[in-house]
């Protein structure tokens, strides 16, 4: 069942429920209202005519017959019979409404028993036992209340004029209620089903409410932002990836492909070596890449406070191992301050980045040595990479961040012609530059900046 439609049934039968629930409880609550005036009112015309016989006992029958046609549109139908002590008949009203259980009441009637009630039909059957000063009269009524019947009929009329109307009433408000709850949520159903995920991210328009219709969208929005992050980094990353592996990979499988050609052992491990280099290489280029592409596929990074210069050690450390002739110097600008040696950055990118620029130093370097400044200006930490060899020429300059570009001096240097690249994207991701200059013809210095914490 659609919700629009249970909206409509539910809520309009409740309130019908509820509206005819209570009419019937006023109607009922007038009838007993109605029914115990009119038996007072029966009780006030027997005692008052008990008083009156009492006190006109020796008045002859025309003057009681008199005063009874006076008083006989008090109670319309009406049949009044008084008793003595003895049960005796003492009056009986002109009327000729007969009161078959006149005796039967008479019997009941006692000073335990004082009032007796009773319906016979529509008519109101009342007897009271009645004592003034010390004599015991009976009196009993009979009569129909006309005025009261055609009160409590039109009530009726008007009650079911009423219920009629709030059904139709309420039957009109639920259905537009409905309408009115349930467009918003066909209008976003609608939306999901023509959703397109290769089109650009665009949210579902909502209200500014806090509904549920609301928030449900905004969860939607969530929702489908992070779907489209994914997948977009999964296209973005298929094809990043594919096209910066490309060359490595031809390298590797070109450099097999000598391998297998080769007879001389010692050549052969000498070769095998490189290419563990380059494979080792190359897993770095695939952690890097992955990196990179989640942050340009709009996935935010994730940070965290690093000193600098532990990270510089810790990379020079593990670079000893393979090379354990070159030295690294690191000189501080400001050794009294260490607040600047800590950034704000993404561990594994960075680390890539300064490994990278370290790897160059030792594969570019003359006389294994090279220079690690550390130093800032007002928003920056600069590190400065120095080491004497050969430099890059004036019209390389240009294309020394492109990918594959590797310039003459790299003749004979094993390498992909990525790293610069990935430097380069690494330090623009965390709000920085990489600049390059040659100081003389043998000494090169590359500097980062990187935003300060």
Request: aromatic share 10%; glycine share 4%; with cysteine.
């Amino acid at each position: 069942m659609e919700i629009r439609r249970k909206i409509l049934i539910y809520f309009s039968f409740t309130t019908v429920l509820l509206v005819g629930v209570a009419l019937v409880f006023i109607y009922t609550l007038f009838s007993d209202y109605r029914e115990e005036e009119f038996r007072q009112r029966q009780k006030d015309k027997i005692i008052s005519s008990l008083k009156f016989l009492i006190e006109i006992k020796h008045a002859d029958q025309v003057v009681l017959e008199s005063i009874d046609r006076l008083t006989i549109n008090d109670l319309y139908d009406e049949k009044l019979i008084l008793f003595d002590k003895d049960k005796l008949l003492m009056y009986s009203s002109i009327d000729d409404t007969p009161v078959v259980f006149s005796k039967s009441l008479l019997a009941k009637l006692s000073a335990s028993h004082p009032f007796i009630h009773i319906k016979d039909g529509l008519y109101d059957v009342v007897g009271i036992y009645f004592n003034a000063n010390g004599h015991v009269y009976y009196g009993i009524s009979k009569a129909y209340d006309t005025f009261g019947y055609s009160k409590i009929n039109y009530l009726k009329l008007i009650l079911i004029a009423a219920f009629l109307g709030i059904t139709i009433i309420v039957v009109l408000v639920s259905y537009i209620l409905s309408q009115r709850i349930t467009q918003p949520l066909i209008a976003l159903t609608r939306k999901i089903d023509r959703y397109d995920f290769d089109a650009a991210f665009e949210p579902i328009e909502i209200n500014k409410t806090k509904d549920e219709i609301a928030v449900l969208a905004q969860q939607f929005n969530k929702l489908m932002k992070r779907v489209h992050d994914v997948y977009a980094f999964q296209k973005h990353a298929i094809h990043h990836i594919s096209h910066e592996l490309k060359t490595p990979i031809a390298i590797l499988v070109s450099n097999f492909e000598r391998i297998e050609k080769e007879h001389d052992v010692g050549k052969l491990k000498e070769m095998v070596s490189v290419q563990k280099k380059d494979t080792i290489s190359l897993s770095g280029i695939i952690n890097s890449l992955l990196e990179i592409s989640k942050a340009e596929s709009g996935e935010a990074l994730s940070m965290a406070e690093i000193r600098i210069d532990d990270l510089i050690y810790d990379i020079a450390d593990e670079l000893s191992l393979f090379n354990e002739d070159f030295h690294f110097l690191v000189e501080y600008m400001y050794p009294e301050d260490e607040e600047f040696l800590i950034v704000r950055a993404n561990p594994r990118l960075l680390r890539s980045a300064l490994q990278n620029m370290m790897v160059n130093c030792i594969n570019y370097s003359t006389d294994a040595t090279a220079k690690i400044i550390l130093s800032k200006d007002s928003e920056n930490i600069e590190l400065s990479f120095e080491n004497p060899g050969p430099i890059i020429k004036e019209d390389e300059k240009q294309f020394l961040f492109q990918h594959f570009f590797r310039g003459e001096n790299s003749h004979g240097k094993r390498g992909f012609g990525l790293g610069l690249v990935f430097v380069h994207k690494i330090v623009l991701l965390h709000g920085g530059a990489v600049h390059y200059e040659s100081r003389g013809n043998n000494l090169n210095l590359f500097t980062i900046a990187i935003p300060l914490r």
